[in-house]
């Protein structure tokens, strides 16, 4: 891409972009070219990160390990459903990632949670994400029971209206009275470690970044 054409796509980005100022989203324009590589120079191809792409930066940059969570990870960057993050998904899907308000980061993991996108985080659901969030512990007790205790326990503290799951006005009351069960049902934000190491990579040089940080 011509540099003409680069810095008209990253002044439109910025405009659109509430975290990043235009110097950080020419550094992430840079970069998502740079992981994209040939296909940005062939015609009539969707020039996108697709889901293993992406869950590889996830998996290589942010230590993610959940399959589940990284799937919904992606399908929270990938807000038309193509099956690709486009570079205005990427910006406006790292912008929440690395520096949005608890509020954006409220609804961003609760749609994470809310594994059918029924509005609600069902007693399943949340067995589904516990059963592949905590480590498989070697024991002669049925896993699945402790599992299940887990859900009871996570619903007495966030099920204020008590009918059995989670609303987003419950998990909204929850986090702001405890801000730690914004990840209650597994990792799916960066944690601050990896986010500054990122931000100093990419920010200084994208074409030097690497997935093994």
Same mark, same amino acid.
């Given at each position: 891409?011509?540099?003409?054409?680069?810095?008209?796509?990253?002044?439109?980005?910025?405009?659109?972009?509430?975290?990043?100022?235009?110097?950080?989203?020419?550094?992430?324009?840079?970069?998502?070219?740079?992981?994209?590589?040939?296909?940005?120079?062939?015609?009539?191809?969707?020039?996108?990160?697709?889901?293993?792409?992406?869950?590889?930066?996830?998996?290589?940059?942010?230590?993610?390990?959940?399959?589940?969570?990284?799937?919904?990870?992606?399908?929270?960057?990938?807000?038309?459903?193509?099956?690709?993050?486009?570079?205005?998904?990427?910006?406006?899907?790292?912008? +929440?990632?690395?520096?949005?308000?608890?509020?954006?980061?409220?609804?961003?993991?609760?749609?994470?949670?809310?594994?059918?996108?029924?509005?609600?985080?069902?007693?399943?659901?949340?067995?589904?994400?516990?059963?592949?969030?905590? +480590?498989?512990?070697?024991?002669?007790?049925?896993?699945?029971?402790?599992?299940?205790?887990?859900?009871?326990?996570?619903?007495?503290k966030?099920?204020?209206?008590?009918?059995?799951?989670?609303?987003?006005?419950?998990?909204?009351?929850?986090?702001?009275?405890?801000?730690?069960?914004?990840?209650?049902?597994?990792?799916?934000?960066?944690?601050?470690?990896?986010?500054?190491?990122?931000?100093?990579?990419?920010?200084?040089d994208?074409?030097?970044?690497s997935?093994?940080?």
């Amino acid at each position: 891409m011509n540099r003409k054409k680069l810095q008209k796509l990253t002044d439109t980005l910025t405009k659109n972009c509430k975290h990043f100022n235009t110097y950080e989203v020419n550094c992430l324009v840079n970069l998502f070219y740079t992981l994209v590589g040939d296909a940005a120079e062939r015609p009539g191809t969707v020039v996108g990160l697709d889901r293993n792409a992406f869950r590889n930066i996830l998996h290589m940059t942010f230590g993610m390990t959940d399959d589940m969570i990284m799937d919904r990870v992606f399908r929270g960057f990938d807000k038309d459903n193509d099956g690709c993050v486009n570079i205005a998904e990427w910006i406006n899907g790292l912008s +929440l990632f690395l520096r949005g308000s608890l509020e954006e980061k409220m609804k961003y993991c609760f749609e994470v949670f809310d594994l059918n996108g029924d509005g609600f985080i069902s007693k399943e659901e949340m067995f589904h994400m516990l059963k592949n969030s905590l +480590l498989k512990q070697p024991s002669e007790e049925d896993p699945d029971e402790g599992i299940k205790d887990l859900v009871e326990i996570t619903l007495k503290k966030m099920d204020h209206d008590h009918d059995g799951k989670l609303s987003f006005a419950d998990y909204e009351q929850a986090v702001r009275e405890e801000t730690l069960l914004l990840e209650a049902f597994g990792p799916c934000l960066p944690d601050p470690k990896s986010q500054m190491e990122f931000e100093a990579q990419v920010f200084k040089d994208p074409h030097e970044f690497s997935y093994d940080m």
